[in-house]
């Protein structure tokens, strides 16, 4: 539990394995909310609040209940429901206690259930992190700042986007390609910038 | 509409990836290779069929309030299944897809059928659509990953991850014989775009099947369009024609 | 009151139903899948010494917590005659876990070198097996010689210092068998 793992653990999973142009996951977000910078700025907001916690959540659930009680099987089903309910608490918890935080992230909110990056996270948090000698703590700990370092590039890389999306608006677009597929295309050159930062650790 | 229509409007009318862009993680994530895109296929086929089938049985047990956690429940149980029969009937796709597998149950687009199709529809209608929207999606997940899987190696392989039907991994289709004609010695192998196989070549070759699609909507909303001016030019000179007659006649009258 | 009652009920049985679902197909396919990880594993083994799939081969394992290599696999034949040793490596990288096998004939030469389970990106993992694996073969133990230049990948990397820690215990602890 140092420095240097929460360090490595968040760069490697922000810039080099780039949740969405690296491991493909929300790319639903990525295309449907990135229409506008500020739409963006608050759906990566709201993705890193609920990733960090979920995160913590069915890792502790893996670790303490369904492992000892011999029912790993069950993770998939066991870790939606969590988030789903996660998801609800959260939202009547702002709406209650931050009405100003709660008019930002509010709406994107329920989007984050069928977001696959949070079920992705956490599953692959138990297939990369977890094993049966990493203590329960530092598996926690290097869970929770991947999850926080994967929280981190979803929101560089769709607010990136969502700044180019707004210039390529304005831009000459063959009519085949307007829209959706010179979008695509822009996600490619940017994965392809993203495919030369590995190794940099 | 008729149970072959309802059967058929997933292929390209309705079509999850191409039409409606559902499902875009796995489109993009496990289309590497041709026998990834059919295998993810096959999966999302029994999952969407038969969670189509049990939500639609149970439509009129399920309380409104509770409608969508049950739904999630029913499809995060045939995915569960789906994937332990994964582990142990073809380990090697399961390792293929990965994390792919579980993340079936936030497919946008099971959840979407069950809740605009079958929590109102008959059993045999939701199934004929689970099965047909399904057969959509890995009509779509294979026709991407046949163009990635040739882009990157010039053929196509089958064998390697579904250990059905076959004992040894072989070649579908090469180019080789072809140019084997021309040159000897040669493999496309060797001159094959890896970028198809990588993240990047993933967006791209998406991005061309989308304007493809696009360019024949936009050819087919063109060619209306025409059609229409065409006709409303005809009506105006079919009117005109009448007027001319009627004052020839008029003046005819006149005379 | 009796609405409420009615969706806790119904969430129970659907719940009930799932869960007896996934056990009983858990319980059918819980053998199977076990299965399929040890052949997988000692179809490694055979792997590593070029030995026919269905060869009759016993091991003895011995698990290390102490050392850079976590297990040591000696197999035998079907007459009981030492094949080689199999030394098990696992190496993190930002990419994920890489588990390398190494297996070492008794006169200390390189077999074979083996990746058995990675989350590292398929397509390179692809090349590195069918390129860059096969220079390990035949090599001598104690005079390594390794291509840096194709080191550019992480898996390579793993893969790397897994066989210099499998021949560096190799020739400390079975050094003997080695001249």
Known sequence: MSFAVFATAIISSMLINNVILMQFLGICPFLGVSKKSSSAVGMALAVMFVMVIASAVTYTLYDLVLHPYNIPYISTIAFILVIASLVQLVEIVIKKYSKSLYKGLGIYLPLITTNCAILGISEANITNIWSTTTPFGTGLFIAVSTAFGTALGFGLVIFAFSSIRERLDAANVPAAWKGVPISLVVAGIMSLAFFGLAGII | MTKKENFLKGFIKENPIFVYLLGMCPALAVTATFETSLGMGLLVIFVLTSSNIVVSLFKNFIPQQVRTPSYIVIIATFVTVVRMMTDAYAPLLAEALGVFIPLIVVNCLILGRAESFASKNKVVDSAIDGFGMALGFTFGLISIGVIRELLATGGIMYGDYLPFFVDQPFELFTFDWIINLFVQDFSIRDYGLAMFALPPGAFIALAFILAYMQSRKNKKLRLEEEAKKQRIEELKKAALERKRQAAMKKAGEAS | ?179
């Open chain 3, 1 to 179: 009151m009796l609405d409420k009652m009615k969706i806790a009920i119904v969430l129970v049985v659907i719940g009930a139903i799932s869960g007896l679902t996934i056990y009983s197909v858990n319980l059918l396919t819980e053998d199977t899948i076990a299965q399929n990880m040890i052949e997988k594993e000692q179809g490694y083994y055979k792997e590593l010494f070029f030995l026919d799939e269905d060869a009759e081969v016993r091991f003895e394992t011995n698990d290390f917590e102490d050392q850079e290599i976590s297990q040591e696999i000696v197999l035998y034949d079907a007459d009981d005659q030492i094949i080689g040793y199999i030394y098990k490596g696992s190496d993190k990288n930002n990419y994920g876990d890489v588990i390398v096998l190494l297996g070492i004939t008794s006169d200390g030469k390189i077999s074979n070198v083996v990746i058995s389970s990675t989350t590292n990106t398929p397509t390179f993992v692809k090349v590195i097996k069918n390129v860059y694996l096969s220079p390990f073969r035949t090599q001598d133990v104690d005079d390594l010689s390794i291509d840096g230049s194709t080191g550019a990948t992480y898996t390579y990397t793993s893969v790397v210092e897994i066989v210099e820690n499998a021949s560096k215990y190799f020739l400390e602890n079975r050094g003997e068998l080695h001249d």
